[in-house]
Every structure is written in C-alpha cells, then in structure tokens.
C-alpha cells in the first residue's frame, strides 16, 4: 500500500509539473517567420579559349552576373531553456536546386542538433585560405562563373564532403551536401568542438525515398573537429574533417561503386594586426574515380576598417577520367571589398584560372584571365 500510494504521489508530482511546464511553456512566444538573405551583382570581362567542350565556340569575353538568396527562418526558447528553429533557403534565380537548404535545428546545453537538408559537418566547420568579401574567395568562388571548366575536367577545392571547386562540380559517386542528415556539434570546450553528420541516403528534397543500396551509396559518415582561439590578439583557427562512403557491393568490378570514398580535409588561419594568413588541403580517395586526387589552398588577406584585401592561390590535382594522367586547376586571385554602408558591399577581384585535361586535346583545355566588380547586399 505505501508502494503504491507513493508511486501515485510521484505520478501526481509528475503530473503537476507537466502542467506547470505548459502552462510556462504556454507564455513562450510562437515561432515569427523573419527573412533574410543577400542579393548580388557582378559585371566583368574574362577571356576564355575558343572551341572548348561545353562553352561556346566563340565566347563573349564580358559577363553580367547575379546572384541571390532568400532566407526563412525563426526560433523561440523553450521554458527549460532550449531553442527549436527551422531555416528554409530559397534560390532567388532560377536554379536546379531551387530550395538550397531547408532544416530545423534545436540548441541547448547540450549542444546543437540539426535535421534536414544542411551541409556536413566537415564543411561547416572547415578553415582554410581566408576570403575577403563575399563572392570572389578561393574556394566555389564565382572566378568559376567567368573562366569556365571544360565538361572534362574534374576538379577539386581543399573544403571537404564532395564539395568542388574553382569551377568544378560536385563528386559524382553518390556523395555531396544539402542533402537529408542528421548533425550534432557539441558545444566548444577551451576552444575546441566536434561534429558528426549521418547521411543515410541520397535525396535532397522532400521526396520520400530510399536509396537504391544496389546503385547508390548509402549511409554515409562525416565527422570533424576545430578550434579557435585568441591569444593576447593572435587569432588561431584549425580544423579537421572527414567523410566515409561506403562502397555499392554488387556494382561491377571496373565501376567507382566497388570501391570506398575516404575525404580528408585540414586548415589551419593566423591572424594578428589585421592580417589573416592561412591554407587548407584537402585529400580524396575515390579509386577508379575521377576525383580521386588532391587539392590545396593557401592565402592572405588584410582588413582595416570598412576595407578588406587579399590574395590566394589555389590548385587541384586528380586522376580525372583518363587511364593516364592527371586533370589539373589551378587559381590566382586577388579580391577586395569595401562596406559603404550597413549590408552594403562593393567588390572587387583581378583572376586568372587555369584548367587542364589529362589527355592533349585543344577542346579539353582553357586559360584565361579577368576581372570583375559587383555590388553585395545582406538583408
């Protein structure tokens, strides 16, 4: 009898408190949409070869480009403390990924969760060769947009999880970002944190579907830790990052499929006075794939007041899709940008972009050099 009168005085307690918590939880305001985003405008000229595989064949050397996002978002606070909040990522031009990120993430104590369409971990939480401004950095800079990568040329920037660059685009085995994960950071510790993503299959979007296990990788892993820190006005910054896709175990023997795909990633930034020195290298193990290769990255950038300067290179070595040679990039880059007003940034950047094919043919190769100016607005 005292067993149960106790057991009925706990679930009371317990009931009590339920209804204490909603009724708190009641007073929380409701989530309110705000809206964000940024929306910019290049104009420039570059020069590219004539009769190159997937440009024209005669190329206008001048371009006006444009690029834009809008950002829908909100949050609230729980009574015991925790934030929910979603945010949904629309294209502002016409794109084939017309919603870019779409998910709901939950903070606390604990750390942060976050379930949706969203980057890996080893992404989100790299550091590599500064950037300076908002569109012209080393890596997936638009220097792409003006330069153009022949259809046959792979290539690779130093930020990991089947994310390419300078022009390339994303590893075609089945891996990649945006797509439906579940991510936990752990909050940071003396300057240090780490992040794990689950990727169990290859959609994107709300389409409710399995990966076909017989060919399409599935169940990915990704994982990273960095650190940050200051020291008496000496600003440290590193990362480590990998991801782990798993092999399709009934695809041919001379497919990419049979094999595993190991993407490692490092950067490491100093910073003091100003100045931003810093590089990033990342390391792709894709056998008999075309990405199965190297990049590397390395930068300096230097900011006073509303200004903001720098320089980097940038290089990509891999197997491409030749039995013999390699597919090589590489990027020269100078950027600047000055804030005239709040949200209000104009750019500037001088480049030049070269791409080779592992093979001799003029149709796979292309070089050139330009320059470009646009204006960035953050809302």
């Known amino acids: 009898m005292y067993k149960l009168l106790a057991t009925s005085a706990l679930v009371a307690a317990g009931l009590w408190a339920t209804a204490d918590a909603a009724m708190a939880q009641a007073k929380v305001a409701p989530i309110s949409v705000v809206v ?18 997937g440009l024209p064949a005669t190329p206008n050397s001048m371009l006006q480009y444009s690029d834009s996002e809008v950002w829908f978002g909100g949050r609230t606070t729980l ?32 750390g942060r969760l976050v379930i949706g369409s969203e980057n890996t971990v080893d992404y989100i939480m790299h550091y590599g060769a500064p950037s300076v401004g908002v569109a012209f950095g080393t890596n997936e800079s638009q220097v792409g947009d003006f330069i153009i990568r022949p259809t046959n040329v792979t290539a ?55 990966t076909d296990k017989a060919a399409q990788r599935a169940n990915s892993m990704h994982g990273s830790v960095n650190y940050t820190n200051n020291f008496n006005g000496v600003q440290l910054n590193g990362s480590l990052g990998a991801s782990q896709y798993g092999k399709v175990s009934n695809a041919a023997a001379t497919s990419p499929l049979s094999k595993g795909v190991t993407d490692l990633s490092a950067g490491l ?46 290089a990509s070595v891999v197997d491409g899709t030749a039995a013999a040679g390699d597919d090589k990039a590489t990027q020269i880059l100078i950027a600047a940008a000055y804030s005239i007003g709040p949200g209000v940034d104009l750019i500037g950047a001088l480049f030049n972009m070269k791409y080779e094919d592992e093979g001799n043919a003029a149709a796979n190769q292309n070089s050139g050099t330009g320059a470009a100016v646009g204006i960035h607005l953050r809302f």
């Open 269 to 314: 930034q100093v910073g003091a006075a100003g100045f931003m020195v810093g590089g990033g290298y990342r390391k792709v193990s894709a056998d008999l794939g075309a990405e199965n290769g190297s990049a590397m990255s390395i930068g300096v950038s230097y900011t006073t007041g509303p200004l903001s300067v720098g320089a980097s290179y940038a």
């Open 79 to 110: 009574a015991n403390g925790i934030t929910v909040g979603f945010d949904v990522q629309l294209e502002g031009n016409t794109s084939g990924d017309q919603i870019d990120e779409s998910y709901l993430f939950v903070d606390g104590a604990f």
């Open 36 to 53: 964000g985003g940024y929306h910019q405008q290049n104009f420039g000229f570059a020069t590219n070869k004539k009769n190159v595989t």
């Open 156 to 210: 690779l920037n130093t930020t990991a999880s089947g994310r390419t660059g300078v022009g390339g685009t994303a590893l075609t085995q089945g891996t990649g970002n945006d797509q439906q994960r579940l991510s936990y950071f752990t909050p940071r510790f003396a300057g240090f944190q780490v992040g794990l993503s689950f990727t169990p299959n290859v959609n994107q979007e709300d389409t409710v579907t399995y």
